[in-house]
Structures are given as C-alpha cells and as structure tokens.
C-alpha cells in the first residue's frame, strides 16, 4: 500500500491533460485521465520533483512588506498576506513584479535626482567627492583628538556646514 507522485500527461492526443502532482497507489498505477478515460504516462516536463510543494531552496525572492517586515520566505509571506487579509477583509494584495529594466530604469532616476541636488547647490561631483574627503578627515582628526584626551571618539562633534558652504560655493 504504498503511495507514489507524478506529473502525468494523458496519452491521447486530442486531450493532452497534464497534471504536475497526482497522488496514487503505487501497485494500481497511474490513474485514468479525469477528462477522456485515457491511460496517462509519466510526466517530467513541468520541471519540479513530484511530491516536493515550495519554491525550491534560494528562488523566494525577498519581499519587504512595510510595517509587517521583509519575507525571507515563502512562508513569511503567506503569513504576512493572512495578517493584512484579515485586517482588511475583501481588499486584494497585489504584488508588482521587478524586472533589470525596471531597476536600471529606478536607479537612472535616482542618479538622476542626485545630479540636480548637486547642480541645485552649485556643486559638481569632483567638488562632492572633495568635501566628502575633507569631511572624513576632519572627522578622523577629531576622532584623534577625542583618543588623545580619553574621551569616547564615538560622540565627536564635527562641522555641520552644508556641503555648498564648505566647498566655498554660495547658493
């Protein structure tokens, strides 16, 4: 009395029916076709190991779900979809899909926006990368100084200009 699964596809042409998970007794073989009567062979080709449910390890692609946290998991997720079902009965979760395009497409922007911030205060990039020089070493030399008097380098104050005015640029 033992139980096997399979993908099975039914052996007449005109139906073709597969199914990627049927249960049955291994000792009756696989189970006539639900829609024509015909025997049904094994199937392989949906891709999945019978009798295996789930994404597989690594192909759950992380979602971050706001104030529920981000889903690691397939079940993470469910349950995450369940808490926001329950809390808001007859609405939908709708899961927008991501895509390279559509990441190249959201990064162009945001360096995009980063350029006219800078243009806006009247810096150019060499000058930002400058300033953010400056600002480490300053920070490193209060850093220094706070050691040389044991004090805690952590809660050093350093300058708190604007990159335009400490790059000498006035906007």
Sequence with gaps: MSFIAHGLQCTNDECALVDNHVFYRKSEGPPACPDCDSPRKIYWGHGRFPGVSGDGI???????????????????????????????P????????????????????????SHDRLRGHGLTKKMHEEVKEMRKAEKSAAKREALRHN?????????????????GVSS
């Design 90 to 113: 007859g609405h939908s979760v709708v899961v927008e899909g991501d895509s390279p395009a559509k990441r190249e497409a959201l990064a162009d922007e945001h360096r995009q926006r």
């Design 58 to 88: 690594g192909s759950f692609v992380p979602v971050d779900m706001g104030v529920l946290g981000k889903c690691e998991t397939r079940e993470e997720y469910n349950r995450a979809v369940g808490v926001i079902k329950k809390r808001f």
């Design 151 to 167: 004090k805690n380098p952590t809660k050093v104050k350093t300058s708190t200009k604007s990159f335009a005015a400490t790059a």
